[in-house]
């Protein structure tokens, strides 16, 4: 139970284009799911809150208009990284939390994007 | 505001011998405690978590960690490891109220080998 689902788990792109990430809650509903990314060997940096039906929460020094945050049903959430850059080359990984399994947060397989 | 450190940044240890990963948090309020485990290139996986009750808590793959609120700690513990326990740990804490996100550790790598 309380399984996330995201994809696409790879994408290489050129720079300037636009990449979509989407991060599925595929046996609960979450009205909150959170953004991670991650350099490699280090932790997790949150980047934003999602909420149902309402704008994201960005973390301070996350530029809002380049990582587009759309949490428009109780399942699904997406990322989209606008205007690409090899800078953004990271880990993405998606989380959320199912209040109905006791606090647990369940995370998503994560999307290894490469922007060449 | 709550702080998570996982002052090891890599563990190494042979195949069969126990192993500690070390993690202190502080806050000023009361937190969930949680220990994840990360594979290369995947997301992470919950092995264990404290809410409430029994300090002793016991997770999946032979894994448990004890909750010392006076030590502000939560070290995980296996009492014999595999070459497949070989992976990133990260500790990590929540405010027990609300969507509060995690606070995660800067993780701890295990090399366990043969």
């Known amino acids: 139970g309380a399984v996330v689902s995201q994809h696409p788990s790879w994408v290489i792109c050129k720079s300037g284009t636009s990449v979509k990430i989407e991060c599925r809650s595929l046996d609960f509903q979450a009205t909150t799911m959170f953004w991670y990314r991650q350099f490699p060997k280090q932790s997790l940096m949150l980047m934003a809150t999602?909420?149902?039906?309402?704008?994201?929460?960005?973390e301070q020094g996350v530029e809002k208009d380049k990582f587009l945050i759309n949490h428009a049903s109780l399942t699904l959430s997406t990322l989209t990284v606008t205007s690409a850059h090899p800078e953004d080359s990271s880990f993405y990984i998606c989380?959320?939390?199912?209040?109905?399994?006791?606090?647990?947060?369940?995370f998503g397989s994560g999307t290894r994007l490469t922007v060449v | 505001a709550q702080s998570v450190t996982q002052l090891d940044s890599q563990v190494p240890v042979f195949e069969e011998a126990p192993v500690e990963l070390r993690c202190n948090y502080s806050?000023?309020?009361?937190?969930?405690l949680f220990w994840y485990v990360q594979y290369p290139n995947q997301g992470l996986q919950l092995l264990l978590k404290?809410?409430?009750?029994?300090?002793l808590v016991k997770g999946i793959n032979g894994f448990e960690a004890e909750f010392n609120k006076s030590q502000t700690s939560f070290h995980l513990r296996k009492p014999s490891v595999h070459i497949s326990d070989t992976a990133e740990y990260f500790c990590?804490?929540?405010?027990?109220?609300?969507?509060?996100?995690?606070?995660f550790g800067t993780g701890t790598r295990l090399l366990v080998s043969p």
């Open positions: 989380s959320a939390r199912d209040e109905g399994r006791n606090y647990g947060y369940t």
């Open positions: 404290y809410l409430s009750g029994s300090t």
């Open positions: 806050s000023s309020v009361s937190v969930y």
């Open positions: 999602s909420n149902e039906g309402s704008k994201a929460t960005y």
């Open positions: 990590a804490v929540s405010p027990p109220t609300g969507f509060q996100k995690l606070v």
